[in-house]
């Protein structure tokens, strides 16, 4: 099946630093992305759609400039914690969508801790 | 309002025996199901999606799925339980002819097999 590939799958950092999330389609074109956060035992909170070539569409309550998205090819999308914070800890995880198919598939997902 | 239902947040079903996860959906149009399951610390893993035909959707692992328009439900079937199948399972919905693509998801189901 396809495969969505997240990097890095854990990453640590300190506290007002910048830290940037890769999410690849390895064998299918994704001109939608989606970048979520899960907080444990919970659901998933979508954070932003990423348009491919476009600027992205940040749900409501999520601050665009913390959380900085960007999608320059159909097959990679980022998404960059900037100024982290403790409470910007979190898992994260991204969504790409087959644009031929429709099925949307999911990465593996990065642990972000911020210390 | 969109929305989709997990009525459980665990079940518990005995190895060999059938198991059974409720989803119902409440949205606009004719929808696209789908169901993903995810293992600890892990990404999500696509399983099957409904989209149009029969309403018996066969999907990854010996899932299967069920589409009932007259009671807005998607319920996650497997005639034998397996302890690996222990997940959490998350329904989603991406309603038909939606501007953005977006998935919306139930708050998901923890499965849980006994030996």
């Known amino acids: 099946g396809a495969v969505v590939s997240q990097h890095p799958s854990r990453v640590i950092c300190k506290s007002g630093t910048s830290v940037k999330i890769e999410c690849r389609s390895l064998d299918f074109q994704a001109t939608t992305m989606f970048w979520y956060r899960q907080f444990p035992k919970q659901s998933l909170m979508l954070m932003a759609t990423?348009?491919?070539?476009?600027?992205?569409?940040?749900e409501q309550g999520v601050e665009k400039d913390k959380f900085l998205i960007n999608h320059a090819s159909l097959t990679l999308s980022t998404l960059t914690v900037t100024s982290a914070h403790p409470e910007d800890s979190s898992f994260y995880i991204c969504?790409?969508?087959?644009?031929?198919?429709?099925?949307?598939?999911f990465g593996e997902g990065s642990w972000l801790t911020v210390v | 309002a969109q929305s989709v239902a997990q009525p459980e947040d665990q079940v518990n079903v005995a190895e060999g025996n059938p198991l059974t996860v409720k989803c119902t959906y409440s949205v606009s149009g004719n929808p696209y199901l789908f169901w993903y399951v995810q293992y600890p610390n892990r990404g999500l893993q696509f399983l099957l999606k409904y989209i149009t035909g029969d309403n018996l959707v066969k999907g990854s692992y010996g899932f299967e799925a069920e589409f009932n328009k007259s009671q807005t439900s998607f319920h996650l079937k497997k005639p034998s339980a397996l302890v690996s199948d222990s997940a959490l399972y998350f329904c989603?919905?991406?309603?038909?002819?939606?501007?953005?693509?977006?998935?919306?998801f139930g708050t998901g189901t923890l499965l849980a097999v006994q030996p």
């Open positions: 990423s348009n491919e070539g476009s600027k992205a569409t940040y």
């Open positions: 969504s790409a969508r087959d644009a031929l198919g429709g099925t949307i598939y």
């Open positions: 989603a919905v991406r309603p038909y002819g939606g501007a953005t693509n977006k998935l919306i």
